[in-house]
């Protein structure tokens, strides 16, 4: 029923900037929150980044700072923009949608991932 695909992952140095885009079909976009998560080998899934209907938005401890959340409603898209990047970055990107339940993010539905390498 829905269907998210991410792009713009890749090979960066460090220091370096990417932005990650999540296009969104077969859903009310608009009334949905959306998150990032990424995943490296062996680590556990983090929450990078939300963004809820109304546009707020919540960070990671680890990125804040330096990654930005924010979506278009008009062209059903999400993005994540990503500057100063470290190699501790290096990870698989996943979008997802979801809602807030008592203000924790809960996710419904998950995109394929995208590779994002931080690396000399």
């Known amino acids: 029923q829905v269907q998210l695909v991410e792009s713009g992952g890749g090979l960066v140095q460090p220091g370096g900037s990417l932005r990650l885009s999540c296009v969104a079909s077969?859903?009310?976009?608009?009334?949905?929150?959306m998150g990032w998560y990424r995943q490296a080998p062996g680590k556990e899934r983090e929450l990078v980044a939300t963004?809820?209907?109304?546009?707020?938005?919540k960070y990671a401890d680890s990125v804040k700072g330096r990654f930005t959340i924010s979506r278009d409603n008009a062209k059903k898209t999400v993005y994540l923009q990503m500057n100063s990047l470290k190699p501790e970055d290096t990870a698989v990107y996943y979008c997802t949608i979801g809602s807030f339940i008592g203000g924790v993010y809960n996710v419904r539905s998950w995109g394929q991932g995208t590779q994002v390498t931080v690396s000399s």
């Open positions: 077969g859903t009310m976009f608009s009334i949905k929150a």
């Open positions: 963004i809820s209907s109304v546009s707020s938005t």
